[in-house]
């Protein structure tokens, strides 16, 4: 390594490190997925929401394309597990019922997916019908960014309009 290579173990040591700790959070900024901080998220139309959340359209509602790739993810991780592959629902609601626990609408289900229920009751969002299942879903935002989040949903409201 070339830290070792310095004449001045100490201060090099330190250099070695400090360099090491500057490029883990360059490499963990560039690895967040998604938009953060003040950006608004994929699909906001600039007005405000129920609960002072910005009011949000899904841009790949009816892609097929979208509604492919949302598949693959729900398949891919644990959406199948807690959901149900047919998504009738499991150890947690069926997504294809018309009891929708925080409501249906663009905005709510993206930010449910994105920051999951705690955050989401935080933010005044309350807890409505149920069908007799659930806990708190965690949010998804650190595996998926805002165009997948969209994909997701586009895939489950085509599942639900279908009546599966």
């Known amino acids: ?10 201060t090099g040591w330190r250099r070695c490190l400090r360099g090491a700790g500057a490029a883990a959070l360059v490499l963990l900024a560039a690895c967040t997925p998604g938009q953060r901080g003040s950006d608004p998220p994929l699909g906001a139309t600039g007005a405000l929401a129920a609960h002072g959340l910005p009011e949000l359209r899904n841009p790949l509602a009816h892609d097929p394309a979208a509604i492919a790739a949302g598949a693959k993810l729900y398949a891919q ?14 150890m947690c609601p069926s ?3 018309d009891a929708w626990v925080y409501g249906a609408d663009d905005t709510t289900l993206f930010f449910l997916l ?7 009751r935080a933010r005044g969002v309350p807890r409505g019908g149920h069908d007799g299942q659930g806990g708190d879903m965690p949010g998804f935002g650190h595996l998926f960014d805002d165009a997948e989040l969209w994909q997701l949903l586009s895939y489950i409201r085509s599942r639900h309009a279908a009546g599966d």
Not at 1 to 10: K, L
């Open 95 to 97: 997504l294809v019922n």
């Open 1 to 10: 390594m070339a830290c070792r290579r310095w004449p001045e173990p100490r």
């Open 114 to 120: 994105r920051d999951g229920s705690v955050r989401l």
């Open 77 to 90: 991780h644990a959406c199948v597990t807690c959901h149900g592959r047919q998504l009738t629902g499991a």
